[in-house]
């Protein structure tokens, strides 16, 4: 199994500034993905982050937008650029441990 | 793209009830995992299915795959308070062995 820590947990940002989210495991991983999570709704993948190489992302999102970093195999970042009200959202990591997923705690995030 | 829609997306049962959610994908599935997000909490690995018609039981939990690998169903026999929660299917595909998550099914236990 593995940990996961993610930081902040909750923040309120305005509109057109950024956030970086921060996750770390507490063993080394190849993969970790982040997602968004709405309230009540499904999670969606927002990129997959590989160690050594550029992340990976899913139709719908772009670098520009959600930068990520993996500078090593046990920690990643997401960022949320330029926020406007619609990124407002849980965003989750989580890492591979065999076939199993595991999450972090997520970060609640409000744009005003 | 691959979706992965779950019926019913809510369901209110009584404690005791029985509670079954089905997953139904487009697509012929490799494999297919179930994860328990608890109210405020993150999802929470619970059992993954890889062959035709397989069935696995975990306590009051049984879990199966469609024979034709397109569809998989959860079900618990009599429910108890602590399986409160939204149930996801999410296949796993890919070069990278990326989950798509299904819709989700929202479970209600009335004591």
């Known amino acids: 199994s593995a940990v996961i820590s993610q930081k902040p947990s909750r923040d309120i940002c305005q509109r057109g500034t950024s956030l970086t989210i921060q996750c770390q495991v507490d063993?080394?991983?190849?993969?970790m993905f982040w997602y968004r999570q709405q309230p009540g709704q499904s999670l969606t993948l927002i990129a997959t982050a590989n160690q050594g190489s550029e992340a990976t992302y899913e139709s719908g999102f772009v670098i520009d937008k959600f930068p990520i970093s993996r500078p090593n195999l046990t920690f990643s970042t997401l960022t949320v650029s330029n926020m406007s009200p619609e990124d407002s959202s849980i965003y989750l990591c989580?890492?591979?441990?065999?076939?199993?997923?595991?999450f972090g705690p997520g970060t609640r995030l409000t744009v005003t | 793209g691959q979706q992965v829609m779950q019926i019913p997306q809510y369901q209110h049962v009584q404690e005791g009830e029985d509670f079954t959610t089905y997953c139904n994908s487009s697509t012929t599935l490799s494999n297919i995992q179930w994860y328990k997000q608890r109210p405020g909490g993150h999802p929470v690995f619970l059992i993954q299915l890889v062959k035709s018609g397989e069935v696995k039981k975990q306590k009051r939990l049984t879990f199966q795959f469609g024979e034709a690998k397109k569809n998989s169903s959860l079900h618990i026999t009599a429910t108890q308070t602590t399986d409160v929660g939204t149930y996801f299917c999410?296949?796993?595909?890919?070069?990278?062995?990326?989950?798509?998550f299904g819709t989700g099914t929202l479970l209600a236990v009335q004591p």
């Open positions: 063993s080394q991983v190849t993969m």
């Open positions: 999410a296949p796993q595909g890919g070069a990278t062995n990326k989950l798509i």
């Open positions: 989580s890492s591979m441990t065999g076939y199993e997923q595991y």
